[in-house]
């Protein structure tokens, strides 16, 4: 449902969509002390929020900026 979803949202919002989640997951993973997977979220939301920014100005945006969020979590620690 969510990807049925996803697939009909303009790529602007899609990227502010991607953007919270990996930021929410970053703060998620800092309270755990996993500093390593907060910073790789931290460097997701940075990709999202520029494709966010491509697409508001009409440049084109890469696929793989829009991805699909991931599923499950990085590994356990």
């Not at 997951?25 to 931290?42: G, T």
């Not at 599923?71 to 620690?77: A, I």
């Amino acid at each position: 449902m969510a990807n049925d979803f996803l697939k009909n949202m303009p790529p602007a919002l899609k990227s502010l969509w991607q953007l919270e989640n990996e930021l929410r997951k970053s703060l998620q993973n800092a309270v755990l002390l996993r500093r390593a997977d907060a910073n790789e979220n931290l460097e997701m939301a940075r990709r999202h929020m520029k494709a966010a920014l491509s697409a508001v100005r009409g440049e084109p945006v890469a696929d793989d900026s829009v991805a699909p969020p991931r599923t499950g979590s990085h590994g356990s620690k």
